[in-house]
């Protein structure tokens, strides 16, 4: 398979950081975006040092991820793969939560995408790209105490299937739909009785790996079809 010129947030750690590591080492240029340069530097490290390049950029900062994404396009020519990965979740009952770390959710999980695709649209169509998007389980199901996560979710999964409609002829579009995935992602949480009660359940989740091969995986598959959606769940056996 040729050499692919993918663009990725939240690539500092979980599945991001794996995802540059294995796309990488597939033989692609991987251009990272995350907020946290100390990390962006460690993942750096762990990649072949002709195949990454990384910027610290906010998602939620539209004109730093327009500029960010073109200047990846200046370099490399443009893009090939758009992978949205930045996201986080705070889990809390509604009737607890915070109304900023609700915007926050939506700032990131669909704000922070919709900078990212809207910058990255241009080359993406002119290169009959893909698109890659993270979704979760939660992007169909809801469950207590992450609503407004959920609803999150569920706009990536529209956002999409709009694509997937829209762009028929000139992208691919895959929606990865994980369940737990052990990284530091229950963190987040404040409540720390909840944070804590989650924690083992994230534990005793996937790899972040393992997603990461999903993503390379639904790229590979280029020119035999299109995985339009894959849902991966912990194997509790």
């Not at 010129?5 to 540059?20: D, E, H, K, M, P």
């Not at 999964?157 to 409609?165: G, M, T, Y």
Request: charged share 25%; glycine share 8%.
């Amino acid at each position: 398979m040729k050499s692919l010129r993918i663009l990725l947030t939240g690539g500092s750690s979980g599945i991001g950081a794996a995802t540059a590591k294995v796309l990488t080492e597939a033989g692609h240029r991987v251009s990272v975006l995350a907020r946290n340069t100390e990390s962006l530097e460690r993942v750096a490290r762990a990649c072949p040092s002709d195949r990454i390049r990384y910027e610290k950029v906010d998602v939620t900062d539209e004109e730093a991820v327009k500029k960010t994404v073109q200047a990846a396009i200046n370099e490399w020519g443009g893009i090939d793969v758009c992978i949205p990965n930045a996201g986080l979740g705070i889990f809390a009952p509604l009737k607890d939560a915070s109304l900023s770390d609700w915007k926050t959710m939506v700032d990131v999980n669909i704000g922070g995408v919709l900078n990212t695709l809207h910058a990255c649209l241009p080359s993406l169509v002119e290169n009959k790209g893909h698109v890659i998007q993270i979704g979760s389980i939660a992007a169909r199901n809801v469950f207590p105490n992450s609503g407004i996560y959920c609803a999150t979710k569920h706009a990536v999964l529209a956002i999409s299937e709009s694509l997937r409609l829209e762009f028929r002829d000139e992208l691919a579009v895959t929606t990865i739909n994980p369940g737990a995935v052990d990284t530091s992602f229950i963190d987040q949480t404040k409540d720390d009785e909840l944070r804590e009660n989650y924690r083992p359940q994230f534990e005793q989740g996937m790899q972040p790996e393992f997603i990461a091969d999903a993503i390379a995986f639904a790229i590979a598959s280029g020119g035999r079809g299109v995985f339009s959606e894959m849902t991966m769940r912990p194997d509790r056996r």
